[in-house]
C-alpha cells in the first residue's frame, strides 16, 4: 500500500491541482477568476504530461560529449507539453480579449450581473 | 406478363412539366388555360392507350432508379393503377375546363399558382397509381399533400391558414408517424417493397405484429378519411370548389383509398388477410365510418360540408368491398372508385356553379333554385340518385355488388349497414333536391335574378352527370378491368 | 461552495484517481512510454537531425508538423486579439 | 508528382492563404474573398481527387517530413476522412461565396482579420480530418476552437460576447479532457500515432487507464459536438455569431466533431472494445435519443428563427450519434450519410437565415410572412430544406432517416424507431410555422400600402450558394446511391 501510494503520488498532486482549476472553472462568479482556473486547469496537465515522462534518475534529454552512457528523460512529453503550453497561452490571450470586450459592453465581469443585463 | 415501357413514367411527367409550361405562361391566361387542357387531353390519352394492354392481362413495368440499394423508385402499370389513373385524368380534363369557368366568373387571385399546383397534384395522384413499391408510393403520396397544400389554402386567409394547417397535420402527420413506420416495418420482415399479386408479408412476422403494422398503414393513409382520422376533408372545404371536386372526392381521397387497397390486396394480399381475419375486422370498423358520416351529412347545412361527410362515408365504401375479400365485394370496392367519383364530382360542380351564380353556399337558402337553375340541378339529382344507389345510375352498380359481396360472405350485419346507409344517404340528398324544385324562392331574393352558371361551369357538370348515367348502362370498360384486378388478385 | 460543480468536479477526480491504479509508477524507466517511441528518438536524433537536444530535434523535426500547428495557434490567437480589440468603437 | 503531396497542400493551401490574408488586405480589403474562394476551391479540388484516389486504392498515408510513423506524424486517409473531407470543403466554398455581401455588411471594418480566421477554422478543420496523429489532432482543435471563439464574439449583438465565452470555457475543459485522454493513451503506449495506437491498445483492454482515457475523450468530443446535455453552449453561440458563422460552424464544426469522435471510437479503440466491452455504444443511443427529443421540443418554443435552427442542429447531432449508437452496419450508414445531409440542410437554413437578416434585418419567425414574395428563390431553397428536415421523400432527409429507421428496427429496438418518427413529427410541427409564414401574405395592411410586391432578391454571389445546396438536397435524395457507395465502405470499414 505504501508503495502504492509513493509510486503514484505524483498523479494525485496532479489530479487534485486539476480539481481545484476546473472547479474554478465551472463554479466561480467572475470571468476572470475563471480564466485562472482555466490556466491552474491546463497546468495541471501539463505537470501530468511531464511526470509521464520523468525517467529515475535520467538526465535532460541533450548530448553532451563525454555524456553518451546517461540515462535521459523521455524527451517526448516535453515536446508535446511545449505545444500544450502554447495552446494554453493563446485560449488565455482570446478568452481576456473576450471579457475585456465583455467588460466594455457591460461595465462588469461578474456573470450574475452580466446575465440581468441580458435579461432586461 | 411484365413488359417495359416508358409509359408510365410519361404519363406522370406530362402534367409535371405542364405545371412548368403554366408558370411560364403566367403573364397570358388564355394561352396557360391552352396549356392546362392540352396537358390533361395529353395524360389521359397516355393513361387511356394503356387499357388494352391490362385487359390482356399484362402490366408495363418502369424502373427509374435506384434510390438506395435494393429499393427502387419504380412503377407498374398494372389493371388496378390504370383504372385509377384512367378515372382521375378523364376526370381533370372536365374539372379543367370547369376549373376556367368557375375561376374565371369569380374572378379569383393567383391563378397561375393554381393551375400549376392542378397539374401537379395530377402527376402525383397518377404516380400513386402506377407506384411498384412502397416507397415509390410513399413519395408521390406526400407529394400530393404538399402540393395540395396551396390549392386548400388557396384563399390566403386566416381560416385558410388554419384549415391548412389541419390538412397538413393530419395527412403529412399521420404519414409520417404511421406509414413510414409501417413501411419500414414491413421492408425489416418482408425484405422487399415491392406490390405482388399473392402479397409479401405471408409468414414474414408473428401474426400480432402483422395485424399491428395493418393497422399502422390504415392509419398512415389517412388521406382515405376513415374515422377518427376524417376532420381534415370537411376542414379542406374551405377550398376553391373544382380543387374540392377533382381532389377531395377523387384524386386525393381516392389515392388514399387506392392505397389502403395496394396494402390490402398486395402487401398482405388475399388469403394472409383471411387468415388474420383482417378484412372482416376492416368491414366492421369500415362500417362504424359509413353510418356515422352519414349521420354527420345529416346534420350539415353547408353544401360543401354535408358532400364531405357523404365523401367519407362513400370512401369506406371501398374499404369494405375489399375487406370483404370476396369476388363480388372486391369489384364492388373497386368500381365504387370510378362511380363515386363520377357522381360526387357531379355534385361538387353543382355545389360550386351555385356559388358560382348566386354566391350561396348553405342548404337552407336554395328553396326554388332549380327553377332558375334548372339544368345544374337536374345534374344534381342525377349525382344524388347515384349517391343514393338508384336505377338507372351508376352508383346502383357497385352498391349492387357491395351487397352482392356481404351476401357471398353470409354477413347480414353488413347488409344491414348498407342498406341503412343508402336510406341515410337518401334522407340527406333528397331534401335538398325537393327543396331546389319545389319550395318557393324565399322572400329574401334579392332583386337581381339568378341565372344559370356561365357555360363552362355547366357543361362540364352536365356531362359528368351524363357519365354517371352513362356507367349504368354501359360500365363494361371499367368493370372489366376490374375483373382483370380481381381475377389477378385472387389468382395470384 | 456550490453543489452542482463540487459534484461535477468529484466525479471527474474520481475518474482520474481510478485510472491511476494501473499506471506505472513516478518515474519507472520501464513505463511502456519510455520504451516505444522515445528510445528512437534518444538513439538516433543526433544522427539523423544534427540536433543535440532531443526535445528541439522531436520538436522541429520528427514532430515538426506539431510545431508548425503551434505556430498557428499563436498566429490565430493573435489575429482572434486583433479582430476582437482593434476597433475605435463598438457599435451597440 | 504534386498530387502526391495533395494530402499537406490541402491543409497548407488555406493555411498560407490565411496568413497571407492580412498583407492582401492592405492593398484591398476586396481581395481578401478572392483569396479565400481561390484557396477553398484549390482544397477542395484536393480533396475530391484524394478521395477518388482513396476510392481506387484505399488508404492514404502521407509521412510528413518523411520520417516514417510512428515516430513522425502521418497524415492518414481512408474512406472515412476522405468523405469528410470532402463536406467540409465543399460546405466551406459554398458558405464563402456566400459570405461577400454578408461580412460586408456585419462587419464592415473588419473584413480583412475576419477572413484571416475564418480562413485558420478551415485549415483546423480540414487538420482535424486528416491527421492520423492524436496528438496533432489536438493540436488543429485548439485553432478550430480558437477561431471559432472569436468568430462568435463578433456577431453584432453584445450577447455574442457571452455566448462566445461560455463556448470558450466549455470548449477548453474538453480540449483538455481530450488533452489527458491523450496523455493517458501515451503513458500505456508510447505512441502517438492512431494506427499504431489501435495495435498496441488491444491487449490493455482491460487496463483502467485505458478506459478512464475512453471516458474522458467520449465526454470531451460530447462537448465539442454538443451532444445532450452538455451542447448548452451551441444555442446561443450559433444564434448570435454573424450569419456566416452559423452557417459553416453549424454545418462543418460539429460534424468534424463528431467525425473525430468516430474515429476515436472505432478506429483508435476497436468495434470490439466499445461495442462489446464497455457497450459506450449503448449509452450513446440512449443519449442520442434524448438529445433528439430534447432538441426538437426546444426548438419549437423558439421565436428566433437562428436559436430554431440551433436547437435542430442539437437534435440533429443525436441523429448522427444515433446511427453511431446503434452501431450497426444500416445504422451507421445513416448516421454517417446523416454528416453530409445534415451538412447541407443545415448550410442551406442557415445561410437563407442569414440572407433574410441582410436583407431585411428580421429574425423573428413570426415577421416571415409573406416573405416568398419578396424572396422567391430564396425561400423556395428554405423551404427544400425544411422539407429535407422533416424527411419528406425524394430529398436527403429522407435517405439518411429510412437507414436510421431501419438500423433501430432491424436491431428489434422499437424505442428508438419510435424517437425518430416523434422527432420528424415535431421536427414538423416547427418547420412548418416558418414555411406557413413564408407562403401566407402579409396582413392587408401592408400589401395595399406598397401597392405591389418589391422583389428582393439576393444578389448572385449569395443566391447561388443557397441554391445549389437547396438542389444538392434534392438531388442527393433522389441519386442517393451516389453518397452511398462511400457511405457504404465507410460503414463496412467500422462495424463491418
Redesign the interface.
Known amino acids: 500500500m505504501i508503495e502504492f501510494i509513493l ?6 498532486i496532479y ?2 491541482l ?2 481545484i482549476g ?2 474554478a ?3 466561480k462568479n467572475n ?1 476572470v477568476k ?1 480564466i485562472i482556473g ?1 490556466n491552474i ?2 497546468t495541471a ?1 501539463f505537470l ?2 511531464i ?6 534518475g ?1 538526465t535532460a ?4 560529449e563525454g555524456m553518451e552512457k546517461v ?2 528523460v ?7 507539453i ?3 503550453i ?2 494554453a ?3 488565455t ?3 481576456l ?6 467588460y ?3 461595465g462588469t465581469i461578474e456573470e450574475d450581473r ?2 440581468e443585463a ?1 435579461e432586461d | 406478363m411484365e413488359i417495359v415501357s416508358i409509359k408510365p413514367l410519361l404519363a406522370i411527367l406530362v402534367s409535371l412539366v405542364g405545371s412548368g409550361l403554366i408558370i411560364a405562361s403566367s403573364r397570358n391566361p388564355n394561352l396557360r388555360e391552352g396549356w392546362t387542357i392540352l396537358i390533361s387531353l395529353a395524360k389521359f390519352a397516355i393513361v387511356a392507350s394503356m387499357v388494352p394492354t391490362v385487359l390482356s392481362g399484362n402490366k408495363m413495368v418502369y424502373t427509374l432508379i435506384e434510390l438506395f440499394p435494393g429499393i427502387e423508385i419504380k412503377f407498374r402499370a398494372d389493371a388496378f393503377g390504370v383504372f385509377f389513373a384512367v378515372t382521375a385524368s378523364f376526370l381533370w380534363i372536365i374539372t379543367s375546363l370547369y376549373s376556367i369557368g368557375y375561376m374565371r366568373s369569380l374572378n379569383e387571385h393567383s391563378q397561375t399558382r393554381y393551375f400549376a399546383a392542378f397539374a401537379i397534384a395530377l402527376s402525383a395522384t397518377i404516380g400513386i397509381a402506377f407506384a411498384a413499391n412502397l416507397v415509390t408510393l410513399f413519395m408521390f403520396y406526400e407529394l400530393l399533400t404538399l402540393v395540395t397544400f396551396p390549392l386548400v389554402t388557396h384563399k390566403d386567409t386566416p381560416e385558410a391558414r388554419q384549415a391548412g394547417r389541419k390538412y397538413l397535420a393530419y395527412l403529412l402527420g399521420t404519414s409520417i408517424a404511421f406509414q413510414l413506420f409501417a413501411i419500414v416495418l414491413t421492408y425489416t420482415f418482408a425484405g422487399t417493397l415491392e406490390f405482388s399479386e399473392g402479397g409479401i408479408l405471408r409468414g414474414a412476422a408473428p401474426p400480432l405484429v402483422l395485424t399491428l403494422i395493418y393497422f399502422l398503414f390504415i392509419a398512415g393513409f389517412a388521406k382515405a378519411a376513415i374515422m377518427p382520422l376524417h376532420s381534415w376533408l370537411p376542414t379542406a372545404m374551405i377550398a376553391p370548389t373544382p380543387v374540392s371536386a377533382l381532389l377531395h372526392a377523387v384524386a386525393v381521397v381516392k389515392a388514399g383509398v387506392f392505397s389502403i387497397l395496394r396494402i390490402i390486396f398486395y402487401i398482405y394480399g388475399v388469403d394472409l388477410m383471411s387468415s388474420l381475419n383482417l378484412g372482416i375486422l376492416t368491414a366492421y370498423f369500415v362500417s362504424f365510418t359509413i353510418i356515422v358520416a352519414s349521420l354527420f351529412a345529416l346534420t350539415q347545412d353547408n353544401l360543401k360540408l354535408r358532400l364531405a361527410y357523404s365523401t367519407i362515408s362513400q370512401l369506406s365504401y371501398v374499404i369494405l368491398g375489399a375487406a370483404l375479400l370476396t369476388t363480388s365485394g372486391m369489384i364492388g370496392g373497386i368500381m365504387h372508385i370510378a362511380v363515386h367519383a363520377f357522381s360526387k364530382i357531379t355534385l361538387f360542380f353543382c355545389a360550386g356553379s351555385i356559388y358560382v351564380a348566386s354566391h350561396k353556399t348553405n342548404i337552407s337558402e336554395l328553396s326554388g333554385i332549380g327553377k332558375k337553375m334548372p339544368l345544374t340541378m337536374l345534374a344534381f339529382t342525377v349525382g344524388s340518385l347515384s349517391m343514393v344507389g338508384v336505377p338507372p345510375v351508376a352508383g346502383f352498380i357497385s352498391k349492387w355488388y357491395l351487397l352482392l359481396g356481404s351476401a357471398e360472405a353470409h354477413n347480414m350485419l353488413l347488409i344491414i349497414v348498407l342498406l341503412s346507409s343508402s336510406l341515410l344517404n337518401a334522407a340527406y340528398f333528397f331534401p335538398i333536391v325537393c327543396k331546389a324544385f319545389f319550395e318557393e324562392p324565399a322572400e329574401t331574393f334579392d332583386g337581381e335574378e339568378i341565372k344559370e352558371a356561365p357555360l363552362f361551369v355547366v357543361i362540364p357538370l352536365i356531362l359528368t352527370a351524363i357519365g354517371s348515367i352513362i356507367l349504368f348502362f354501359y360500365p363494361q370498360p371499367f368493370l372489366r378491368i376490374a375483373y382483370v384486378v380481381v381475377q389477378n388478385v385472387i389468382g395470384g | 461552495m456550490k453543489l452542482l460543480p463540487i459534484f461535477v468536479v468529484i466525479i471527474m477526480g474520481a475518474a482520474l484517481i481510478y485510472g491511476t491504479i494501473d499506471m506505472p509508477n513516478f518515474g519507472d524507466p520501464n513505463a511502456p512510454a519510455n520504451l516505444h517511441v522515445a528510445p528512437r528518438y534518444i538513439e538516433k536524433s543526433l544522427e539523423e537531425t544534427g540536433v543535440p537536444n532531443m526535445v528541439t530535434a522531436v520538436l522541429a523535426s520528427y514532430r515538426g508538423y506539431d510545431t508548425l500547428g503551434e505556430t498557428t495557434v499563436i498566429f490565430t490567437a493573435g489575429a482572434s486579439v486583433g479582430l476582437l480589440l482593434r476597433r475605435k468603437k463598438w457599435t451597440r | 508528382m504534386i498530387t502526391e503531396h495533395f494530402p499537406i497542400l490541402l491543409i497548407v493551401v488555406p493555411l498560407t492563404s490565411a496568413l497571407s490574408t492580412p498583407l492582401i488586405g492592405t492593398l484591398n480589403k476586396k481581395y481578401c474573398w478572392y483569396t479565400a474562394i481561390f484557396s477553398i476551391s484549390l482544397s477542395l479540388f484536393m480533396s475530391l481527387y484524394i478521395l477518388n484516389a482513396v476510392m481506387h486504392t484505399g488508404r492514404i498515408s502521407y509521412w510528413l517530413g518523411n520520417w516514417e510513423p510512428p515516430y513522425g506524424i502521418e497524415y492518414a486517409i481512408d474512406y472515412l476522412n476522405s468523405y469528410v473531407l470532402v463536406i467540409v470543403t465543399f460546405i466551406a466554398l459554398a458558405v464563402t461565396i456566400y459570405s461577400k455581401w454578408s461580412v460586408e455588411k456585419e462587419l464592415p471594418e473588419k473584413t480583412v482579420l475576419f477572413y484571416t480566421v475564418y480562413l485558420l477554422l478551415i485549415t483546423g478543420l480540414l487538420g482535424i480530418t486528416i491527421t492520423g496523429d492524436i496528438f496533432n489532432l489536438y493540436v488543429f482543435l485548439e485553432i478550430t476552437s480558437l477561431s471559432a471563439y472569436t468568430l462568435v464574439a463578433i456577431g453584432k449583438k453584445r450577447n455574442a460576447l457571452v455566448a462566445s465565452y461560455n463556448y470558450a470555457i466549455l470548449g477548453t475543459i474538453s480540449a483538455t479532457f481530450i488533452l489527458i485522454a491523450i496523455g493517458y493513451l501515451y503513458m500505456v503506449t508510447g505512441t502517438l500515432n492512431m494506427a499504431d495506437l489501435s495495435t498496441k491498445l488491444p491487449p490493455l483492454y482491460d487496463s483502467k487507464v485505458v478506459l478512464t482515457a475512453l471516458a474522458f475523450f467520449m465526454a470531451g468530443f460530447s462537448i465539442k459536438v454538443a451532444l445532450f446535455p452538455l451542447h448548452v453552449w451551441l444555442p446561443d453561440a450559433y444564434t448570435h455569431a454573424p450569419s456566416v458563422v452559423s452557417a459553416i460552424l453549424a454545418a462543418t464544426s460539429t460534424k468534424v466533431a463528431a467525425y473525430a469522435m468516430i474515429r476515436v471510437m472505432f478506429t483508435v479503440f476497436s468495434p470490439e472494445f466499445i461495442i462489446v466491452r464497455v457497450n459506450i455504444t449503448h449509452i450513446l443511443s440512449w443519449i442520442a435519443a434524448f438529445a433528439i427529443i430534447v432538441g426538437s421540443v426546444l426548438a419549437i418554443a423558439q421565436v428566433d428563427i437562428k436559436k430554431m435552427l440551433a436547437y435542430s442542429s442539437v437534435a440533429q447531432i443525436g441523429y448522427i450519434m444515433l446511427g453511431i449508437g446503434l452501431s450497426t452496419k444500416l445504422s451507421v450508414t445513416g448516421g454517417i450519410l446523416h454528416i453530409l445531409n445534415h451538412a447541407l440542410m443545415k448550410a442551406t437554413l442557415f445561410l437563407v437565415a442569414g440572407a433574410v437578416i441582410y436583407k431585411t434585418g428580421i429574425r423573428n419567425i413570426e415577421e416571415y410572412r409573406g416573405l416568398r414574395r419578396e424572396m422567391p428563390l430564396t425561400m423556395l431553397a428554405f423551404t427544400i430544406a425544411a422539407l429535407s428536415m422533416i424527411g419528406v421523400p425524394g430529398t436527403v432527409g429522407f435517405v439518411s432517416k429510412w437507414y436510421l429507421l431501419l438500423g433501430a428496427l432491424h436491431e428489434g429496438k422499437w424505442v428508438f424507431a419510435l424517437v425518430l418518427i416523434l422527432s420528424s413529427l415535431l421536427m414538423l410541427v416547427y418547420f412548418w410555422r416558418v414555411i406557413e409564414n413564408i407562403y401566407f401574405p402579409k396582413m392587408h395592411v401592408a400589401v395595399a400600402m406598397d401597392g405591389g410586391d418589391k422583389k428582393k432578391e439576393l444578389p448572385y454571389t449569395m443566391l447561388v450558394p443557397i441554391l445549389i445546396l437547396a438542389l444538392l438536397c434534392i438531388a442527393l435524395g433522389i441519386l442517393a446511391f451516389i453518397p452511398l457507395k462511400i457511405v457504404g465502405m465507410i460503414s463496412q470499414m467500422l462495424v463491418g
Open positions: 509510486g503514484k503520488y505524483n498523479y494525485w489530479i487534485i486539476m480539481m476546473f472547479y472553472m465551472i463554479a470571468l475563471k482555466m486547469f491546463q496537465v501530468f504530461y511526470s509521464i515522462g520523468d525517467v529515475k535520467g534529454p541533450i548530448v553532451w540515462i535521459y523521455n524527451p517526448v512529453p516535453h515536446v508535446l511545449l505545444t500544450a502554447v495552446v497561452v493563446s485560449t490571450a482570446v478568452t480579449a473576450v471579457v475585456i470586450r465583455i466594455e459592453e457591460f452580466i446575465l441580458l
